[in-house]
Nanobody
């Protein structure tokens, strides 16, 4: 079972930036699709961005502001978030849409002035 660990969240003002990191305990995950999800209070968890074989996909709400990337050698997936908005406030998680391992604890992102 792959273990997931998210980090990099925090409190940021609107218009600010954060870079989230997702580390995976397994190896050889270069060919596994990975994604970032988020869950705001009272809302369902939603897919924010995914990456597979170099192909990247984004939710409409974050297109042009968020960038997903991966360092296969480090088994790490990143989410660069720019021009953050209050509606981006949520707990952010990573996982594989295909494998759907057990969820990590996530990392809290709060966008507020």
């Amino acid at each position: 079972q792959v273990q997931l660990g998210e980090s990099g969240g925090g409190l940021v003002q609107p218009g600010g930036s954060l870079r989230l990191s997702c580390t995976t305990s397994g190896s050889g995950l270069s060919f596994v699709s990975m994604a970032w999800y988020r869950q705001a209070p009272g809302n369902q968890r939603e897919l924010v961005a995914s990456i597979f074989n170099g192909y990247k996909n984004y939710a409409d709400s974050v297109k042009g502001r968020f960038t997903i990337s991966r360092d296969s050698a480090q088994n790490t997936v990143y989410l660069q978030m720019n021009n953050l908005k209050p509606e981006d406030t949520a707990v952010y998680y990573c996982n594989s849409p295909r494998a759907m391992w057990s969820w990590g604890q996530g990392t809290q992102v709060t966008v507020s002035s």
